[in-house]
């Protein structure tokens, strides 16, 4: 055998490749990925380069921390590199199952689903995929066969992934657009349950689906909405699913966000994201009995719908651990602590900043919405804004929170002044102080009308107008 030491050694080294090749990464992407990535982050002063993370942080080669406030679009619930989700992939990986023979029944996917459902014990069964999106098209596809109904309703400025069925009931159209023939799908405003009662009318409606609060512009449902919308959907003999891939696992303060409501009981709920424990991409559509037995209703259906890498071990691995720290760190009662205390402190600045124009959510889960300002300085510069694109303003606040402050955070949509916060869901005091000290900074800048902040706006103008 050859001698494997030295600098000549053969075969695939992980390490190696980083080292000799990391410091490419963004030419990488530029030549063989998305294009415009390298190119919006580029404009926007977001192209850092990080070099390792943990928990709620990130650190760059320079050794200083970056305080996560996005999570991953909501992925890393546990933040990065959880022990015990760490710990439980090597044992699974050392374990070495025979996994994915297709024809056995492994204990891991039906310990995870019966951990699942203890959650939500008015459900009864679980698919497992592999994607947000995926655990949607699943949901679909079971409403519409369990329904024998070809169309689904959805709300308007909802998100529930970009696949093509999913993508049918996606409320914005930006996403939508070149990518027709769609499913034939329908949109009404969320909590407009006149709208809801005229589409069940038509009698072709399958479900309705629903997030009890919307990713884009952070919307929470009105009060009573989901529970009249679930009495005129099984009325009409259609039903509810809610689209939890992004608000469940405590993101709200509640295991899942409609457990904030009375009496609600989806017929199908979809999961995904902090599932993961941020390391194995999983989801999960939980249903009713009568829904699943429809839909797999013989033998010769036994396939009828399946996912190719679903329930593998890895993945149900890293979900069984990661709700065993939930449990253990009682992650889901600190999302509401942590999330009332944020969201007090941020409400409190709108009497201070004119600009600042709502705090609004629900846990760890807060949009923080800007608006037209009242004097006439800062109006001048709001319309300046406005007329080349909206949303400038909420990039203005968002690009210095990183670039002075080292905290990341992102605008909650595009063309929306609001700035999501949707960080991993361990954060403490120490967070919540860092971030409302920052944006206070931001925002004192902010009201000035006129320095390096507006200086930036100026450039983000020319960028929207030379997109155009």
């Given at each position: 055998?050859?001698?494997?030491?030295?600098?000549?050694?053969?075969g695939?080294?992980?390490?190696?490749?980083l080292?000799e090749?990391g410091a490419e990464?963004y030419?990488?992407?530029?030549?063989h990925?998305n294009?415009q990535?390298?190119r919006m982050?580029?404009?926007?002063?977001?192209d850092?380069?990080?070099?390792?993370?943990e928990?709620?942080y990130f650190w760059?080669a320079?050794?200083?921390?970056?305080?996560?406030?996005l999570?991953?679009?909501?992925?890393?619930?546990?933040?990065r590199?959880h022990?015990?989700?760490?710990?439980?992939?090597?044992?699974v990986?050392?374990?070495g199952?025979?996994?994915?023979?297709?024809?056995?029944c492994p204990?891991?996917?039906?310990?995870?689903?019966?951990?699942?459902l203890?959650?939500?014990?008015?459900?009864?069964?679980?698919?497992?995929?592999?994607?947000?999106?995926?655990?949607?098209?699943?949901?679909?596809?079971?409403a519409?066969?369990?329904t024998g109904?070809?169309?689904?309703?959805?709300c308007?400025?909802?998100?529930?992934?970009?696949?093509t069925?999913s993508l049918s009931v996606n409320?914005e159209p930006?996403f939508?657009?070149?990518?027709?023939p769609?499913?034939?799908d329908?949109?009404?405003p969320m909590?407009?349950?006149g709208?809801?009662?005229?589409?069940?009318g038509?009698?072709d409606?399958?479900?309705?689906?629903?997030e009890?609060?919307?990713g884009?512009?952070?919307h929470?449902?009105?009060?009573?909405?989901l529970a009249?919308?679930?009495?005129?959907l099984?009325?009409?003999?259609a039903?509810?699913?809610?689209d939890e891939v992004?608000?469940?696992?405590?993101?709200?303060g509640?295991f899942?966000?409609y457990q904030h409501?009375t009496g609600?009981?989806?017929?199908l709920v979809?999961v995904s994201k902090?599932?993961?424990?941020?390391?194995?991409?999983?989801?999960a559509t939980?249903?009713?009995?009568w829904?699943?037995?429809?839909v797999?209703?013989?033998?010769?259906?036994?396939?009828?719908?399946?996912?190719?890498?679903g329930?593998n071990?890895?993945?149900?691995?890293a979900?069984?651990?990661t709700?065993?720290v939930?449990?253990?760190?009682?992650v889901?009662?600190?999302?509401r602590?942590?999330?009332?205390?944020?969201?007090?402190?941020?409400?409190?600045l709108?009497?201070r900043?004119e600009?600042l124009h709502?705090?609004?959510?629900?846990?760890?889960?807060?949009?923080?919405?800007f608006?037209?300002?009242?004097?006439l300085?800062?109006?001048?510069g709001w319309a300046?804004l406005?007329a080349a694109?909206?949303?400038?303003?909420a990039?203005?606040?968002v690009?210095p929170?990183?670039?002075?402050h080292?905290i990341?955070t992102?605008?909650s949509?595009?063309h929306?002044?609001?700035?999501?916060?949707?960080p991993?869901?361990?954060?403490?005091?120490?967070e919540?102080?860092?971030?409302v000290?920052?944006?206070?900074?931001v925002?004192d800048?902010?009201?000035k009308?006129?320095?390096?902040?507006w200086d930036?706006?100026r450039?983000?103008?020319?960028?929207?107008v030379g997109?155009?």
């Open positions: 055998m050859a001698d494997e030491a030295g600098p000549e050694a053969k695939f080294d992980l390490a190696r490749l080292a090749r990464r030419e990488l992407h530029a030549r990925l294009h990535l390298p982050l580029h404009t926007i002063g977001f850092k380069v990080y070099e390792r993370a928990g709620a760059d320079d050794g200083d921390d970056y305080l996560d406030m999570a991953g679009f909501g992925v890393m619930g546990l933040g590199h022990p015990v989700v760490r710990k439980a992939l090597h044992d990986l050392d374990a199952l025979a996994d994915l023979t297709r024809f056995d204990p891991l996917p039906g310990l995870l689903a019966e951990k699942l203890s959650h939500t014990p008015h459900l009864d069964r679980v698919f497992f995929g592999n994607s947000g999106t995926e655990a949607v098209e699943t949901a679909l596809k079971f519409r066969y369990a109904r070809p169309r689904v309703l959805y308007t400025h909802s998100f529930h992934g970009l696949t069925g409320g930006g939508q657009d070149g990518f027709a769609l499913l034939p329908t949109a009404i909590g407009d349950l709208a809801l009662e005229r589409e069940l038509k009698g409606v399958a479900a309705l689906i629903v009890p609060i919307q884009h512009g952070v929470i449902a009105p009060p009573g909405y009249a919308a679930q009495d005129l099984h009325r009409h003999k039903l509810l699913i809610c992004q608000t469940g696992l405590g993101r709200t509640e899942f966000a409501e609600v009981e989806p017929d979809t902090a599932l993961s424990g941020g390391y194995v991409p999983v989801s939980l249903g009713k009995e829904i699943f037995k429809k797999y209703s013989s033998m010769d259906r036994v396939l009828v719908h399946s996912a190719s890498f329930s071990a890895q993945a149900m691995a979900g069984l651990a709700l065993s939930m449990e253990d760190e009682r889901v009662e600190n999302a602590v942590t999330g009332d205390l944020l969201r007090t402190r941020l409400a409190a709108t009497d900043y600009m709502e705090v609004r959510g629900r846990g760890l889960m807060i949009g923080i919405e608006g037209r300002p009242r004097s300085k800062l109006r001048s300046m406005q694109r909206r949303g400038l303003f990039q203005m606040v690009v929170l990183l670039q002075r080292r990341l992102q605008v949509g595009d929306l002044e609001v700035i999501k916060l949707i991993p869901l361990i954060i403490g005091e120490r919540v102080d860092r971030f000290d920052a944006f206070a900074d925002m800048d902010a009201h009308g006129s320095g390096l902040m930036f706006g450039t983000l103008i020319r960028q929207a997109n155009r």
